[in-house]
């Protein structure tokens, strides 16, 4: 058993509570330091697909805006 831990930061424009819009953000892996910067939230899951299946990875970012 492993344990991950990814913190994901999210920045939104919510003036009208019906039409909230992810402006940008950040998700942080936290025991390899790797990051990636968030435009759409799709980008959040693959990022963490990488680092549950290790055969996945690649020696560049994992996906995401490069950050």
Excluded: K, N
Excluded at 7 to 19: A, F, G, N, S, T
Excluded at 24 to 53: C, E, P
Aim: net charge negative.
């Amino acid at each position: 058993m492993r344990y991950l831990s990814f913190v994901v930061r999210l920045w939104v424009r919510d003036e009208d509570p019906e039409d909230t819009v992810l402006v940008r953000g950040r998700i942080d892996h936290i025991q390899s330091t790797g990051s990636a910067r968030i435009s759409q939230l799709d980008h959040i899951t693959a990022f963490i697909q990488v680092y549950l299946h290790p055969s996945l990875q690649e020696p560049t970012q994992p996906p995401g805006d490069p950050g």
